[in-house]
């Protein structure tokens, strides 16, 4: 066949896909407000069969929809898979300061370019986008699994949950280019006790008592039975006295620690979400993670601790763990 003609056949078949996809993200939202989503009922229980977390892939996609928290919990990951060797897993976070699911949907809805999008793996840190929606990412890239996160001073609610986390997977559903899709959930970390916004929670055992409680609300009501479970890694890592610090694992009393931290949130990450999916065990990692001097800094004295920490929370989602002790 001429060349000149295949050129015409793939310009073709290009324009054609470029207009369907239009045309979806037109339709998108019209069809969502119209059918009110099937009729879905977040008080059902279970609404969601969500499919298992991909075996062995040949490479991963991972979609986080959140805000600061969710750029704390993902910023260690690329220290950890360069280590590991793991190239083929690729996570990119929709970054929108302080925002909560309802906020989310009235995003997808507006189709508003709210969001600032981030790459992270093996190679580091990248921004894609400065301005970017959910309609656009959802309809353009194929995801594997996709992370929802509440704002975190409505994490101990979870009234503020519903309806919109329904909805957001409904409206993902309806516009993915993805023919399967596995949902997550991470449960965020009380904050210091220091906080002045702990007065809600009335103290930061109340706080984390309470996102434990409202996670594991959303889980039996939504179905989603993957959760990230950084705030009980958080809790786990604050009861060990080589792991204490000053902020209590946080740089501000709210956002997390850039070091030890960042990488704690990092191997809970990664022993939830990736570890499953490739059979590669954190204790291989041997990160260091900060200036050699630097306060917290992750280093061969703390890294398994931490490393620790991650697992007991991953075997155990709702409640603090004691670290086992090695008979002398």
Same mark, same amino acid.
């Given at each position: 066949?001429?060349?000149?003609?295949?050129?015409?056949?793939?310009?073709?078949?290009?324009?054609?896909?470029?207009?369907?996809?239009?045309?979806?993200?037109?339709?998108?939202?019209?069809?969502?407000?119209?059918?009110?989503?099937?009729?879905?009922?977040?008080?059902?229980?279970?609404?969601?069969?969500?499919?298992?977390?991909?075996?062995?892939?040949? !490479? @991963?996609?991972? *979609?986080?929809?959140?805000?600061? %928290?969710?750029?704390?919990?993902?910023? #260690?990951?690329? =220290?950890?898979?360069?280590?590991?060797?793991?190239?083929?897993?690729?996570?990119?976070?929709?970054?929108?300061?302080?925002?909560?699911?309802?906020?989310?949907?009235?995003?997808?809805?507006?189709?508003?370019?709210?969001?600032?999008?981030?790459?992270?793996?093996?190679?580091?840190?990248?921004?894609?986008?400065?301005?970017?929606?959910?309609?656009?990412?959802?309809?353009?890239?194929?995801?594997?699994?996709?992370?929802?996160?509440?704002?975190?001073?409505?994490?101990?609610?979870?009234?503020?949950?519903?309806?919109?986390?329904?909805?957001?997977?409904?409206?993902? !559903? @309806?516009?993915? *280019?993805?023919?399967?899709?596995? %949902?997550?959930?991470?449960?965020?970390? #009380?904050?210091? =006790?220091?906080?002045?916004?702990?007065?809600?929670?009335?103290?930061?055992?109340?706080?984390?008592?309470?996102?434990?409680?409202?996670?594991?609300?959303?889980?039996?009501?939504?179905?989603?039975?993957?959760?990230?479970?950084?705030?009980?890694?958080?809790?786990?890592?604050?009861?060990?006295?080589?792991?204490?610090?000053?902020?209590?694992?946080?740089?501000?009393?709210?956002?997390?620690?850039?070091?030890?931290?960042?990488?704690?949130?990092?191997?809970?990450?990664?022993?939830?979400?990736?570890?499953?999916?490739?059979?590669?065990?954190?204790?291989?990692?041997?990160?260091?993670?900060?200036?050699?001097?630097?306060?917290?800094?992750?280093?061969?004295?703390?890294?398994?601790?931490?490393?620790?920490?991650?697992?007991?929370?991953?075997?155990?989602?709702?409640?603090?763990?004691?670290?086992?002790?090695?008979?002398?």
């Amino acid at each position: 066949m001429p060349r000149c003609r295949l050129l015409n056949i793939y310009q073709n078949q290009k324009e054609d896909m470029e207009f369907k996809n239009k045309i979806r993200r037109w339709l998108a939202p019209m069809m969502l407000a119209l059918t009110n989503f099937h009729n879905v009922n977040a008080q059902d229980v279970g609404y969601l069969c969500n499919p298992p977390l991909p075996y062995m892939p040949v !490479k @991963l996609d991972i *979609l986080f929809i959140g805000n600061s %928290f969710s750029i704390d919990t993902s910023s #260690a990951l690329p =220290s950890i898979l360069e280590s590991l060797g793991v190239s083929t897993v690729n996570v990119y976070v929709m970054y929108k300061g302080g925002c909560s699911m309802k906020q989310h949907w009235e995003h997808f809805m507006g189709n508003k370019k709210a969001y600032e999008l981030y790459h992270y793996n093996y190679l580091g840190e990248r921004k894609l986008s400065n301005s970017i929606s959910l309609n656009e990412v959802f309809s353009t890239y194929a995801f594997d699994i996709v992370v929802f996160q509440q704002y975190s001073l409505e994490s101990g609610n979870y009234d503020t949950y519903e309806p919109y986390l329904s909805k957001l997977i409904q409206a993902y !559903k @309806l516009t993915t *280019l993805s023919p399967r899709t596995t %949902f997550a959930f991470n449960q965020t970390w #009380a904050y210091s =006790s220091k906080n002045k916004n702990l007065s809600r929670y009335k103290n930061q055992e109340g706080m984390y008592n309470s996102i434990v409680a409202a996670c594991k609300k959303m889980k039996a009501r939504s179905g989603i039975d993957v959760i990230i479970p950084c705030g009980t890694a958080v809790q786990n890592a604050r009861n060990i006295e080589a792991l204490k610090t000053e902020g209590e694992l946080t740089r501000d009393d709210l956002h997390i620690d850039l070091n030890m931290g960042r990488y704690l949130l990092g191997c809970t990450f990664y022993e939830a979400i990736i570890a499953p999916c490739l059979g590669r065990n954190i204790h291989n990692d041997i990160s260091i993670i900060g200036k050699s001097g630097a306060p917290n800094q992750v280093n061969n004295s703390n890294r398994r601790l931490l490393q620790d920490c991650a697992k007991l929370a991953v075997a155990n989602n709702w409640s603090v763990s004691e670290m086992p002790e090695p008979e002398k």
